[in-house]
């Protein structure tokens, strides 16, 4: 089947609406609670809730996938985000809020899972890495966008929630008229040990990049503020880091094509403990900045370089179910991700955030020198 506009098109126009959506529901969120006065640790639930969503719907998105093709779970996981964001713009109802970013998550988890699928299927060795890099910039530069919903907010409360609406929406009407009808696999594939060894790489990289996004976006601001930054400094700290996090994934994709995605692995990882490791020395310069930019980079290149391997170790029957595991490692690194390192700077001193950081990626690399 033919199509005017290229299937990896519609993909950076389906994770930009997710991304942008991601951005506006977090903050916005959060900001309209607060307002309302609502405890701390029910703002921080409400937004692990959408990420246990995106996890344990995962298998079932893959599933989906296998059973129904790519066209349709997308469409539908772009659909049902577009309703989530409607929804919430109704009112402040918090069991109901609760439920809409739970479904919410089950909706990006399918976008995540099918524009992750569809690439694999796409893309050769040759342009893999370049092409999830360019997934990843996509989703990070509209996750960037996404505080405009603060700008949006003072003109309503349900306008920021309406505006990620109809661009999920909008979304959804690209996926259903430019994504190809693929031949789907539905075997009776059982995932057992051997399955997860093969897998072992990409899925540690996935929980490792949820683990590591929700805890240093999260964390970086108490960190800086508690070091003595100011407000303006922290901002650009943090800004630093989510920069790395997007901007340098591009670059990063296209070296793993040259040097082998997993390869490319073991230097991000590298390159994280470095940046992390030297955090500790310089606590309190601005030579931070360079350093997050770094560290964001070696955090938002694991994302594509696991879903990149992925496709190198499985075949064509098990791609949608791998993929599926991806998603749902990196919802689960997401929701442990924010409690854990916080835990230890609340019992400890802020610096462990990085220590804990460095001392993760040390780990993991290791681990993957000694096996090979």
């Known amino acids: 089947m033919s199509t005017r506009v290229p299937p990896f098109v519609t993909v950076l126009i389906a994770v930009s609406v997710a991304g942008f959506g991601f951005g506006v529901v977090l903050p916005v969120t959060s900001v309209i609670l607060e307002n ?9 639930l409400m937004a692990t809730v959408m990420f246990a969503g995106l996890a344990l719907g995962a298998p079932l998105v893959g599933r989906s996938i296998e059973c129904y093709g790519l ?23 918090l069991p109901a809020w609760f439920l809409f970013r739970f479904i919410m998550g089950v909706g990006f988890g399918a976008i ?9 299927r796409v893309s050769t060795e040759q342009n893999r890495g370049r092409n999830l890099g360019l997934y990843g910039f996509a989703f990070s530069l509209a996750l960037m966008a996404g505080p405009v919903g603060l700008w949006l907010l003072k003109f309503g409360t349900w306008l920021p929630f309406t505006t990620a609406g ?8 690209a996926a259903f008229t430019t994504i190809p009808s693929l031949q789907e696999h539905t075997p009776d594939l ?3 040990r051997a399955f997860l060894k093969r897998l072992r790489v990409s899925l540690t990289a996935m929980i490792m990049c949820g683990f590591m996004e929700g805890a240093l976006i999260a964390l970086i601001p108490i ?18 880091f989510m920069l790395g996090h997007g901007g340098l994934t591009p670059l990063i994709g296209m070296l793993g094509d040259r040097i082998g995605l997993r390869n ?39 994302y594509p370089l696991g879903v990149g391997l992925l496709a190198e170790v499985v075949s064509p029957e098990e791609l949608a179910r791998g993929n599926a595991l991806t998603t749902f490692c990196y919802g689960l690194g997401s929701i442990i991700g924010p409690l854990f390192p916080a ?19 040390v780990c993991i690399l290791m681990t993957m020198l000694k096996k090979d």
Request: aromatic share 10%; with cysteine.
């Open 223 to 240: 960190y800086t503020l508690r070091r003595g930054f100011d407000e303006v400094q922290t901002g650009i700290l943090l800004f630093a």
């Open 36 to 44: 309302m006065h609502v405890a701390t640790p029910v703002t921080g």
């Open 190 to 192: 059982q995932f057992n």
């Open 112 to 120: 995540f899972t099918s524009c992750e699928t569809l690439i694999n």
């Open 71 to 93: 066209r349709p779970t997308l469409t539908a996981g772009l659909s049902i985000t577009g309703l989530s964001m409607f929804l919430l713009s109704f009112g402040v109802s």
């Open 343 to 361: 835990v230890i700077m609340h019992i400890t001193v802020p610096a462990s955030l990085f220590v804990v950081a460095a001392g993760l990626y």
């Open 264 to 302: 490319m692995i073991k230097l991000t990882y590298g390159l994280g403990s470095f940046s992390f490791l030297l955090v500790l020395c310089i606590p309190d310069s601005m030579w931070l900045t360079a350093l997050l930019l770094l560290g964001g980079a070696s955090v938002g290149a694991l």
């Open 166 to 173: 109809v661009l999920s929406f909008v979304g959804a009407a």
